[in-house]
């Protein structure tokens, strides 16, 4: 059974930066690239940042710039350092395999990011 716990939300003011973190159980890292996905209240979930098993990062327009996705595949985690943090950016924060799986395995419970003043 696969699980991801994620970890490291919190407030932050505008312009902040955080770094969230996921570890994953199982073979996940061996076989799919990982991503972050956030889910923003009354929106639907959006995937925001990949990476592939060779280390090849993708970026939603609206994070390009400010986040950087990495993983350590020795520790089955992934991370997400969020930079220039803007209130836009509040929402739950999910890690899961990421395209070119087209149903994501289950997810885990997220961590709350929160950007305010």
């Known amino acids: 059974q696969v699980q991801f716990v994620e970890s490291g939300g919190g407030l932050v003011q505008p312009g902040g930066s955080l770094r969230v973190s996921c570890v994953a159980s199982?073979?996940?890292?061996?076989?799919?690239?990982m991503g972050w996905y956030r889910q923003a209240p009354g929106k639907q979930r959006e995937l925001v940042a990949s990476?592939?098993?060779?280390?090849?990062?993708n970026y939603a327009d609206s994070v390009k710039g400010r986040f950087t996705i990495s993983r350590d595949n020795a520790k089955n985690t992934v991370y997400l350092q969020m930079n220039s943090l803007k209130p836009e950016d509040t929402a739950v924060y999910y890690c899961?395999?990421?395209?070119?799986?087209?149903?994501?395995?289950?997810w885990g419970q997220g961590t709350q990011v929160t950007v305010s003043s």
């Open positions: 199982g073979s996940i890292f061996s076989i799919y690239a």
């Open positions: 899961n395999a990421a395209p070119p799986i087209t149903v994501p395995l289950d």
């Open positions: 990476i592939n098993k060779g280390g090849r990062t």
